[in-house]
């Protein structure tokens, strides 16, 4: 990595030197994190392919030993920091979406405007997890496959209040909360990779008349009416 590329990716902070009185444990998870944020943002400005674990290294500011202690390679750092945060986002999305009580379009709206926004507050990691991780390897795929099973868990559920609403709603095809997981991704990756990670939020009303549609069907839209 050469000096403007240090400065452009800034090394994120390391344990005070000498004694510190820290704990193994707490030393190697530090570690652990520095690497993955490390990885991330170098990811996010360079793409997967032009990072390397030496650079990691020295972003991180640990050892080549530090490293191989945590992970097997540059692929298993990859993929412990993009899996890492989205528990965070899940339960942010609950916690949103628990507001709304028995209704289950306010839930929609409360839990899509949380999961944009998350996305919005954390660019780098957006443009590293959308548009990076599907260019990571088969490990990668099978990674984001796993992480969509909490989004169709959850449109499972809203679907089954919606016909607790509404019994004359038709069953839900089991095609559907796939559609909408799958679609969402590819639209959320199509505005990050075109620069757009601060808008997302905009796309909001869209995203929640469409998967309305989908879960009861084109005559129960959303209330508000969607952007041009």
């Not at 990595?1 to 000498?18: C, N, T």
């Not at 050892?63 to 965070?88: H, I, M, T, V």
Request: proline content about 7%; aromatic content about 8%.
């Amino acid at each position: 990595m050469s000096r403007d590329e240090q400065k452009e990716v800034p090394a994120v902070r390391p344990l005070p030197r000498g004694r510190h009185g820290l704990s193994p444990d707490t030393v190697r998870e530090s570690q652990r994190d520095r690497l993955v944020q490390a990885m991330l943002r170098l990811v996010a400005r360079r793409g997967y392919a032009a990072t390397s674990v030496p650079d990691v290294i020295a972003a991180a500011r640990v050892s080549r030993n530090a490293f191989y202690a945590q992970f097997a390679d540059k692929e298993a750092c990859f993929l412990a920091g993009c899996e890492r945060d989205l528990p965070d986002m899940i339960d942010s999305i609950h916690a949103a979406a628990s507001g709304a009580g028995d209704r289950w379009r306010e839930a929609l709206r409360l839990g899509m405007d949380a999961y944009l926004s998350w996305w919005q507050e954390r660019p780098e990691y957006a443009q590293a997890y959308f548009v990076e991780l599907p260019r990571a390897g088969e490990r990668a795929v099978e990674q984001r496959e796993a992480a969509y099973r909490p989004f169709l868990d959850m449109l499972g559920a809203l679907a089954a209040r919606a016909r607790l609403e509404d019994p004359a709603l038709p069953p839900l095809r089991a095609t559907i909360p796939r559609l909408i997981v799958y679609g969402t991704t590819e639209f959320v990756a199509s505005e990050v990779r075109a620069g757009r990670v601060a808008g997302l939020t905009s796309s909001a009303g869209d995203l929640c008349h469409y998967t309305v549609a989908l879960l009861a069907g084109p005559d129960h839209g959303m209330a508000t009416t969607p952007s041009a």
